[in-house]
């Protein structure tokens, strides 16, 4: 597709358990980013990459979180031992580079529910 | 620290009746300024990018313009397709292009 894909688009889980988010980002887009959409609230940045150079983590809340990315292709966001304030729409980006005159284009998100 | 706000948080329109929605920022050495488009359930779709004072972009019923502290989406005799939340986003200082985003402007326009 032409566009940013995520998947699932929605995940429930239990509280406790661990969950992984896969993006795929637009081909050619060196750079991508992870962000948190929590509900009624702006997006909060948590991790980008670029080409191959050391990933930017310095948005994850906490341990929990990582993620990864193959070259410049589909990335995952793992969270381990979930919690219910994880709750929320993670959302991917990619642009062609990190450059920060690059507008970052958006995939639809996966929502997330904790129970 | 970097801080971007919008207001008002919710806006209602009747079709046809023009307004304007604001995004105050506070950070070093603007890179840019971008706005974005967000239906329910689904991702920020990418409207334009500021990069100086004075500048201006138009696209269909919006045009958004620039200061040295602020921006404006104008939105010019809206229609009921307009409803939407509106995001404007700015680069943290010194970070490439990790964004800061306010918490948007939902707008409702009604026929």
């Known amino acids: 597709g032409a566009g940013v894909s995520q998947s699932p688009s929605n995940k429930v889980t239990e509280k406790g358990k661990d969950v992984e988010l896969r993006c795929d980002p637009i081909?050619?887009?060196?750079?991508l980013y992870w962000y948190r959409q929590r509900l009624g609230q702006g997006l909060e940045f948590l991790i980008y990459?670029?080409?191959?150079?050391?990933?930017?983590k310095s948005g994850l809340p906490s341990d929990r979180f990582s993620a990864e990315r193959t070259g410049e292709s589909v990335s995952t966001l793992t969270i381990q031992r979930t919690q219910q304030e994880d709750s929320a729409v993670y959302l991917c980006?990619?642009?062609?580079?990190?450059?920060?005159?690059?507008?970052?284009?958006f995939g639809d998100g996966t929502r997330l529910s904790i129970l | 620290e970097d801080q971007v706000t919008q207001s008002p948080e919710a806006l209602r329109l009747q079709e046809g009746e023009s307004s304007s929605l604001n995004c105050s920022y506070t950070?070093?050495?603007?890179?840019?300024l971008f706005w974005y488009r967000q239906d329910p359930g689904k991702g920020p779709e990418f409207l334009f990018t500021?990069?100086?004072a004075g500048e201006e972009k138009e696209k269909e019923r919006l045009k958004a313009t620039l200061t040295k502290k602020e921006s404006f989406l104008h939105i010019t005799a809206p229609k009921p397709e307009d409803s939407a939340t509106y995001l404007c986003?700015?680069?943290?200082?010194?970070?490439?292009?990790?964004?800061?985003f306010g918490a948007g402007t939902r707008l409702a326009v009604h026929p």
């Open positions: 980006a990619s642009s062609v580079s990190i450059l920060s005159n690059q507008p970052q284009h």
């Open positions: 081909s050619g887009h060196t750079a």
């Open positions: 990459f670029q080409g191959n150079s050391a990933p930017d």
């Open positions: 950070v070093s050495g603007l890179r840019g």
């Open positions: 500021l990069y100086s």
């Open positions: 986003a700015v680069p943290i200082s010194g970070g490439y292009n990790k964004l800061i």
